[in-house]
């Protein structure tokens, strides 16, 4: 069983996770966050330096840093984290991270490289692999965006931006390649899962309860307000595309995705020694 300790980003309401194998052994870390001021364009680690220290007083040896998706609410540590730990551990991702590297490469004009090399590793679609001696799996549950992942260890699934608490719902699709039949079909393969598996949540929205980060597949097919087992692929895809239309778009999407299609690398500094990341003005996101 695998041993799993939680951190919560209030500002952007992401959580972040960390998988061992057992004390003093081997672990990943999931969906790190960087903390960013919008306002100002700084940058701090104050969320990074405390997964740092969980690993300092477990001593565990990072195998892995593994991102869901590119996400577009809030920036990764990851670099920063491999930095620190002075470790082999490697970044990775879904293969599916090219497709998105050359829509935003266009998007922003930007130039670098749209092979998936900034990342250590890119895996395959339900790829088997280990963490320490946990036996996981990487599983590919597109829908939010194109290359969207759910990370399995043992009997605990973590599910990135696709199913969120039942009172929540799901993840919205309007961004581009995002597709909400594609998701509803990765939500069932989910939920075709044991009852008992146990769902680790990427986000969570509450209204008038306290913040959760871990549920189930029996209590998402019971209580789910967006796919519990009586509402159809059609209801689902008409809620989910109205949902959406209504939505703003996410206050960090911008410097998010520059920075974490690039497995949270900034750019190259300019002639003055100074990094930048661009807005685009009047940009409207075509899904296709």
Known sequence: ??????????????????????????????????????????????????????????KLTIEWILETHVHADHLSSAQYLKQKLNSNAKVAISKHIILLQKTFQKIFNLD???????????????????????????????GHTPIDTAYKAENALFVGDSIFMPDVGTARCDFPHGNAED????????LSMPDDIILYMCHDYPHNRAVKYQSNIHEQKLYNIHVKDNITK????????????????????????????RAGKFPQPEENSKMYLKIPLNLKFDKS
């Open 1 to 58: 069983m695998p041993y799993i300790k939680e951190f919560f980003d209030e500002s952007t309401s992401t959580f972040s996770y960390i998988v061992y194998d057992k004390p003093h052994g081997t672990g990943a870390i999931i969906d790190p966050v960087l903390d960013y001021d919008y306002k100002s364009g700084t940058i701090q680690t104050v969320n990074a330096d405390k997964l740092l220290e969980f690993v300092t007083k477990k």
């Open 234 to 261: 059609e209801q689902f895809v008409s809620m989910r595309q109205t949902r959406d239309a209504s939505l703003e778009m996410p206050a960090l999407i911008y410097p998010s995705i520059q920075v974490n299609m």
């Open 112 to 142: 670098f490289n749209t092979d998936g090399s900034d990342f250590d590793y890119l895996f395959e679609e339900n790829e088997i692999f280990s963490i320490g001696s946990l036996s996981a799996q990487a599983l590919f549950v597109p």
């Open 183 to 190: 998701l509803y079909n990765s939500i069932q393969k989910i």
